[in-house]
């Protein structure tokens, strides 16, 4: 089972991006069956929770940093996460990972994640 991220890159404060994760190679390569996450890690900070998807329902929560401005989502027929980033500030600069776990029904805690996406940069600056 792999994930990989996509999408990253630089804009401008006040930008959008959306990231890509997507899932593949296993049997249990479908992502409806895994507990999906975005964290992020900015230069000489810890990795910091974003976002996380309920396994069962599908309902996301946010961390209070990127409430309003960011959504996470998932295509089934792709099965491909999404995060829709709006309102891009400098601070949202970092690495952004997607992570996944079968055993999960939810979690914000990364230490539960067993699978992880490669990552991917964001550079929010004028």
């Known amino acids: 089972f792999q994930l990989q991220a996509s999408g990253g890159g630089l804009v401008q404060p006040g930008g959008s991006m959306r990231l890509s994760c997507a899932a593949s190679?296993?049997?249990?390569?479908?992502?409806?069956?895994?507990?999906i996450a975005w964290f992020r890690q900015a230069p000489g900070k810890e990795r910091e929770w974003v976002s996380s998807m309920d396994r069962r329902d599908g309902t996301t929560n946010y961390a209070r940093s990127v409430t309003g401005r960011f959504t996470m989502s998932r295509d089934k027929a792709k099965n491909t996460v999404y995060l829709q980033m709006i309102s891009l500030r400098p601070e949202d600069t970092a690495v952004y990972y997607c992570a996944a776990d079968r055993y999960l029904i939810y979690s914000s805690e990364s230490y539960e994640y067993d699978y992880w996406g490669q990552g991917t940069q964001v550079t929010v600056s004028s």
């Open positions: 190679g296993s049997t249990f390569s479908t992502l409806d069956d895994y507990a």
